[in-house]
């Protein structure tokens, strides 16, 4: 019997991020760092701006979600960690990146499980290299899993824990954190469907997860198990992108 892949997305959502600080100002300077850092990302998002707490919990409790959230903790009325508790009280996910201009409120941070702090007045390239780990953090605890049928029953394999693909005469042979697997199907099959935000082309024959990449080499990327993968000079520029936009910096 051939192998089947069938593919279940959860991981191409909308990504909601939310910026609450009581100060105008501040808004627009997260707003605007948050929008040019997503340029050159392909993942959807939208913005959602709150000027006191409060709106933050009824936006909420109203069935909503927030992913990622840039709050500040000082304001009236609730302040930023009575937030992120109340927060915590209906969704226990979302990335929380405090905005103060104090510092001792970091045991408070553990309580709530804050991602960071970002210090003001707040600079883009902060913002920026705090928002591409959240959004990476994010991809990775959505996912998606390849369901692979074989002789004995179905497997179920979570891309985050797949390391790279090979490609070879119409076989796909799956290398990850739980084994090796092969199935008959495409490369376009397997680049429809996993996550764009972390996987990336490498080769015509070669897919790596971003996650997992040590070193990237002038004609081979290291990944972290020890692997070896083959880069083509096509594909250099746009791996190199890829990757370092990954960690928050530039080429």
Not at 113 to 135: G, M, T, Y
Not at 170 to 181: A, L, P, Q, T
């Amino acid at each position: 019997m051939k192998n089947i892949l069938i593919i279940c997305m959860r991981g191409n959502e909308m990504v909601t991020i939310g910026i609450c600080d009581d100060e105008l100002d501040v808004r627009d300077a997260i707003r605007e760092s948050v929008i040019e850092s997503m340029k050159e990302d392909s993942t959807e998002y939208e913005i959602r701006e709150f000027c006191k707490g409060e709106d933050v919990i009824k936006y909420i409790s109203s069935d909503n979600e927030i992913d990622i959230l840039f709050l500040d903790i000082q304001m009236d009325g609730l302040d930023g960690m009575e937030t992120a508790r109340k927060l915590r009280e209906y969704d226990r996910t979302t990335e929380i990146l405090f905005v103060t201009s104090i510092e001792n409120k970091i045991s408070e941070a553990f309580e709530v499980r804050a991602f960071r702090f970002i210090k003001k007045p707040v600079q883009h390239e902060v913002i920026e290299k705090n928002l591409k780990e959240c959004v990476i953090e994010i991809a990775r605890k959505r996912g998606c899993f390849l369901k692979i049928k074989t002789e004995t029953g179905f497997r179920k394999i979570y891309s985050r824990d797949i390391v790279y693909i090979e490609v070879l005469n119409r076989m796909i042979k799956i290398y990850s954190k739980e084994g090796n697997f092969e199935y008959r199907g495409t490369l376009k099959e397997i680049m429809d469907n996993l996550e764009k935000l972390l996987f990336v082309q490498c080769h015509r024959s070669y897919v790596v997860n971003i996650i997992y990449i040590k070193e990237i080499g002038n004609k081979d990327i290291i990944m972290k198990d020890g692997s070896i993968v083959p880069i083509s000079r096509s594909k250099y520029k746009e791996v190199m992108n890829r990757y370092f936009w990954s960690v928050g910096e530039d080429v």
